[in-house]
């Protein structure tokens, strides 16, 4: 198998967390870099869209948590990119977070996708495990 790029998806949950440090090791085990993008959730997206959450702060908390994922790539001696997209539409009803992710794969030719999965959770980010699992072309780990 032949993986340059990692895709990992992450909400600064503990399980996105782990979902990084799988994305590195198979990054180092193929000489890959990982992208990882942090996917803003629903409840998050509204908040913003109503004025009840400044954007600095949800970009300055995105940032915070991208950064220690920079580290642990460092870390891990693997080379990592980070972006921030909001997993979810107010004004596209059919914008599905695992749609976000799976675009993204295909917009940067990634050849392995991980994402957190807790079958007990129900933000933004566990369906899109869901939906990644049932429509990614690339090879998918779900942790």
């Known amino acids: ?21 799988y994305a590195l090791a198979v990054a180092d085990r193929y000489d890959a870099r990982v992208h990882a993008v942090y996917v803003v959730n629903e409840a998050t997206v509204e908040a913003i869209g109503e004025d ?3 954007p600095a702060t949800v970009r300055d908390e995105t940032g915070d948590y991208l950064d220690d994922v920079a580290a642990l790539a460092d870390d891990a001696g693997v080379a990592c990119r980070a972006s921030v997209t909001y997993g979810f539409s107010t004004r596209v009803k059919h914008r599905h977070p695992g749609s976000v992710v799976l675009d ?28 990644v699992l049932a429509y990614a072309s690339q090879p998918v780990l779900s942790v």
């Open 104 to 131: 993204l794969a295909e917009t940067l030719s990634a050849a392995f996708v991980v994402v957190p999965h807790d079958p007990e959770g129900g933000d933004s980010l566990e369906r899109a495990a869901e939906y």
């Open 1 to 21: 198998m032949e993986i340059d790029l990692v895709l990992a998806a992450v909400d600064g949950s503990y399980e996105s967390t782990a979902a990084v440090r």
């Open 52 to 54: 009840r959450v400044d």
